[in-house]
Structures are given as C-alpha cells and as structure tokens.
C-alpha cells in the first residue's frame, strides 16, 4: 500500500534514445510542455500576440524552462501549485489590505498603536486577596496581644497562675454552689 509517506516521482532517463545527464521529472516536462503551449498560443494569436512579440526567441524559451523547474522544485506543502499559488496571492492581496481573516469574517487591523493620553483603571482580584490576608494578619495579632497579656498578668480573668482566694471560712471563692 502506497500512501503520502512512500511516493515514489516518475522520472524520465532518456527521450527518444537520446541519454539526459541526469533524471527529469515527468511532472516538470508535463509543466514545460503545457506552459510552452499556452506561451505559443498566445504569441501566434493576432491581437494578444503584440504583448509578447517584442520579446527575443531566446527568452521566450527560458520562460517554459524557468517556469517549470519552478513549479516543480518549489516545495508546495503536498498542495497542487495551483492552489499554492492562490493561497501565496490572496495571502499577498491580505497583506497589502491591512486586513485578516477570523474564522471566516474579515478583521481590520489596527492602524494605531500609540496610547493618547488617558489612564485607564482596573480593579485586580487580588485586592480581595489582599483584604482576606490582612483580616488573618488583624487576628493573628489579637491572638498574640491577648496571649502576651496573659502571660504579663494584665488580664485576671484569664490568668491561670494568679492563686485562689479563700472565704472568711475557709472556702475557696471558685468552689460555692449556689
């Protein structure tokens, strides 16, 4: 099974029994054939031919010649060449507009890329972050203050090693019932 991977070109090695110096592609001879005759064709017809008369023998041989080892050594991306090229032109044809192309539907670009003169504001989620950290922070501090506070004997109520009172009987104050 051939596929994309695995393509093997024909070649020819000689024509008419006449040996090349290397290999040709029948794909560039097809290509040199075609553009040959559409080149005489236009050459021989009487009103179009003006275009092209001028030209000298010589280079209207080269043209077919140059045109085809274009075509043909030119890599197309496994497309035709002739989708190659109006691919590469309508790219040109955007190019020189200004314009492109997203998901089908034509953007103009921009033209101007200066800022003029204002300042724009916007509000980051990290400032709730922010907020959330410095209620933690606020806490931890309480937390730390009340602790100190404690150990400092400032507050009674929450002092563990402060000793209990007893009573005029000998009760401690903690252990009445009521």
Same mark, same amino acid.
């Given at each position: 099974m051939l596929n994309n991977f695995i393509r093997f070109e024909r070649q020819l090695y000689q024509i008419f029994g006449l040996e090349l110096g290397r290999p040709l592609r029948l794909k560039a001879v097809m290509y040199f054939i075609s553009i040959g005759l559409i080149e005489a064709a236009i050459y021989f017809t009487p009103g179009i031919g003006r275009l092209i008369n001028w030209v000298p023998v010589g280079i209207l041989i080269l043209i077919p010649i140059a045109l085809a080892w274009l075509l043909a050594d030119v890599g197309t991306e496994g497309r035709s060449p002739i989708h190659f090229f109006r691919s590469f032109i309508s790219y040109q044809i955007r190019k020189l507009k200004n314009n492109t192309f997203y998901r089908g539907r034509e953007v103009e670009r921009e033209r101007d890329y200066q800022f003029h003169n204002y300042y724009?504001?916007?509000?980051?989620?990290?400032? *709730?972050?922010?907020?959330?950290?410095?209620?933690?922070?606020?806490? *931890?501090?309480?937390?730390?203050?009340?602790y100190l506070a404690r150990i400092l004997n400032e507050d009674p109520e929450l002092n563990l090693h402060e000793k209990p009172t007893t009573g005029a009987n000998g009760e401690i104050e903690g252990d009445k019932i009521a």
């Open positions: 724009t504001y916007a509000e980051s989620k990290r400032s *709730e972050e922010l907020l959330d950290l410095r209620r933690e922070v606020d806490e *931890e501090h309480a937390k730390a203050m009340k």
